[in-house]
C-alpha cells in the first residue's frame, strides 16, 4: 500500500486560496461606490436575468462575482436570514454587518472543509444609512474574510487596476450621474493600457440604495431610457418610469403609495 503525500496545511489552504482566486479572477468586475443619495452598483453584464446585484432587504444589497449557482445559493440564504430575522425580531434588527458575519461564516466553513471545493465567490454587502458617514459597505473573501469597505470596491476581473482608478477618480458626494460615469469608465478601461472600450447599457447591470426613496425598501434597478439619461450625465427624475419598472421587476421595490 502507498503512502499518501503529506502537504502542509498551510501549503493546503494556500492552494484552496489560489483555485478560488483564479475562478474569481475570470469573472467581469462589479463596482460598488457611495453617492450624495445612497449606495451605486455597477457590473458588467449582457443577461437580463442572471443578475450579480439583487436586494437582500430594505437598505441592504447583495452583488457577487464568481460561480452563479454558488452565488446566488447565498443570495437565497441571505433573503432567507434578513427575513426570518426580521419577522422574529425587528426590520431594524437586520444590518450588512449582521448578514456579513453570516455570509463569513458560511463561506470560512467551506473554504476549511476538506470534503468539498472552496466556493469561487466574491461578495459585497451593502446598506445604505441616513447619511453618507452611515453607509457601510463589506467585501467578503471565498476563505470567509471580512474587509470594511470605504465609499469604493471592486471585485473580480481586474479589480486591482479598477480599484485603482476609483480611488484617484471618486469623491465624497458626486452625483448619481458622476457616480455612474467613474464607475464605467473603470469598467472600460484596460488594464494594459490600450485604448478604452465602450460599454452600452445592453453591456451594463445598474442599480441603487436610494436613501431618498419614500418607501422602505431603498433597492432600485436603473434601466432602459434612465439608465441612458444617466450615463448622457440627465439625473432629472421621472416618476411614471419609476413606478412601471415596480410593477414589472419584484427587485425594486414597494410602489409608492399613490399607485397602489
Known amino acids: 500500500?502507498?503512502?499518501?503525500?503529506?502537504?502542509?496545511?498551510?501549503?493546503?489552504?494556500?492552494?484552496?486560496?489560489?483555485?478560488?482566486?483564479?475562478?474569481?479572477a475570470r469573472g467581469r468586475s462589479v463596482v460598488v461606490l457611495t453617492y450624495a443619495d445612497g449606495i451605486l452598483f455597477v457590473a458588467e453584464n449582457t443577461s437580463r436575468?442572471?443578475?450579480?446585484?439583487?436586494?437582500?432587504?430594505?437598505?441592504?444589497?447583495?452583488?457577487a462575482v464568481g460561480r452563479y449557482n454558488e452565488f446566488e445559493n447565498l443570495r437565497i440564504g441571505g433573503v432567507r436570514y434578513a427575513d426570518?430575522?426580521?419577522?422574529?425580531?425587528d426590520r431594524a434588527d437586520v444590518t450588512a454587518r449582521g448578514l456579513a458575519n453570516v455570509y463569513a461564516q458560511t463561506l470560512g466553513t467551506i473554504f476549511s472543509s476538506v470534503g468539498e471545493k472552496p466556493y469561487e465567490v466574491e461578495l459585497v454587502v451593502a446598506e445604505v444609512g441616513k447619511g453618507v458617514?452611515?453607509?457601510?459597505?463589506?467585501?467578503?473573501?471565498?476563505?470567509?474574510?471580512?474587509?470594511d469597505e470605504q465609499n469604493t470596491v471592486v471585485v473580480g476581473g481586474n479589480a486591482d487596476s479598477i480599484g485603482t482608478y476609483l480611488s484617484q477618480t471618486h469623491r465624497v458626494g458626486m452625483t448619481l450621474p458622476e457616480a455612474l460615469k467613474v464607475?464605467?469608465?473603470?469598467?472600460a478601461r484596460d488594464p494594459n493600457g490600450g485604448t478604452a472600450r465602450t460599454l452600452t447599457?445592453?453591456?451594463?447591470?445598474?442599480a441603487v440604495?436610494?436613501?431618498?426613496?419614500?418607501?422602505?425598501?431603498?433597492?432600485k434597478r436603473i434601466l432602459g431610457g434612465q439608465l441612458t439619461r444617466l450615463l448622457e450625465g440627465d439625473d432629472t427624475p421621472e416618476d411614471a418610469p419609476e413606478v412601471a419598472a415596480a410593477a414589472d421587476d419584484p427587485d425594486v421595490g414597494e410602489l409608492p403609495d399613490a399607485a397602489e
Open 1 to 24: 500500500m502507498s503512502t499518501p503525500f503529506y502537504v502542509s496545511p498551510q501549503q493546503a489552504m494556500a492552494d484552496r486560496a489560489e483555485y478560488a482566486r483564479k475562478g474569481i
Open 49 to 63: 436575468a442572471l443578475h450579480k446585484v439583487s436586494e437582500i432587504y430594505d437598505k441592504i444589497a447583495f452583488a
Open 84 to 89: 426570518l430575522r426580521g419577522y422574529s425580531y
Open 133 to 147: 458617514e452611515d453607509d457601510q459597505i463589506y467585501r467578503l473573501t471565498p476563505d470567509g474574510s471580512v474587509v
Open 183 to 187: 464607475a464605467v469608465d473603470a469598467l
Open 201 to 206: 447599457t445592453e453591456q451594463l447591470e445598474v
Open 209 to 219: 440604495l436610494d436613501r431618498q426613496r419614500p418607501q422602505k425598501r431603498k433597492f
